[in-house]
């Protein structure tokens, strides 16, 4: 008998994660929330990718929220609206 080993892949059609047999160099499953079969090749298997991990997104956001912060009316909204709630600001 063949070595089969389970792992955990993506559900190409709704995102969620699918418990599949690793078998002839093809991943195969079934998801039971799109109600269909995952068959793919091993080399082309898709993965999850979260955007907190990609550097990319992480540069761009941390541009924009410093850019945001540098403004001097953003500041003086923010303070106003911490002001009113009763929470004390260091900026």
Known sequence: MENTKFIKVVCPACGQQV????????????????????NYLVE?????????????????LRAATKKMWQDPEYRDKQRAALKRKGIKTKF
Not at 19 to 38: F, L, P, S
Not at 44 to 60: F, G, H, I, L, V
Request: charged share 45%.
């Open 44 to 60: 082309t298997k898709m993965e999850k990718k979260d955007y907190r991990q990609d550097p990319e997104y992480r540069a761009k």
């Open 19 to 38: 418990k599949a047999i690793v078998r002839d160099d093809r991943i195969k499953g079934y998801c039971t929330t799109a109600r269909q079969y995952v």
